[in-house]
Nanobody, 125 residues
């Protein structure tokens, strides 16, 4: 299984970006999906997660009310709509999958066993 994130770029503070993460294979609907980000010199941190069907979503406090995670299982894709962007949102964003089929919404990066290459998001002030 491969995960490919896209949609990053340079945006001004207050603007919006939408990230996409496309997965290969036939098991996407059985994966809990998450987004993480890593700023220079910082640890990779949890941003958002979504359950298998998309019925449950989870957010870090720092993005709650601004970011929206969603998924389209027919397209094997998970999205992260980022609104009201701030300079502190600048980071490399990674999508990740938890294939354990136990519980979704986990925030620790070690719970996710599949990772895509990141996409850079830069927010200017």
């Amino acid at each position: 299984v491969q995960l490919q994130a896209s949609g990053g770029g340079l945006e001004q503070a207050g603007g919006s970006l939408r990230l996409s993460c496309a997965a290969s294979g036939d098991a996407f609907s059985t994966y809990c999906m998450g987004w993480f980000r890593q700023a220079p010199g910082k640890e990779r941190e949890f941003v958002a997660a979504i359950s298998w069907s998309g019925g449950s979503t989870y957010y870090a406090d720092s993005v709650k009310g601004r970011f929206i995670i969603s998924r389209n299982n027919a397209k094997n894709t998970v999205y992260l709509q980022m609104n009201s962007l701030r300079p502190e949102d600048t980071a490399v964003y990674y999508c990740a999958a938890d294939s354990s089929m136990v519980v979704c919404g986990l925030t620790a990066k070690y719970e996710y066993d599949l990772w895509g290459r990141g996409t850079q998001v830069t927010v200017s002030s």
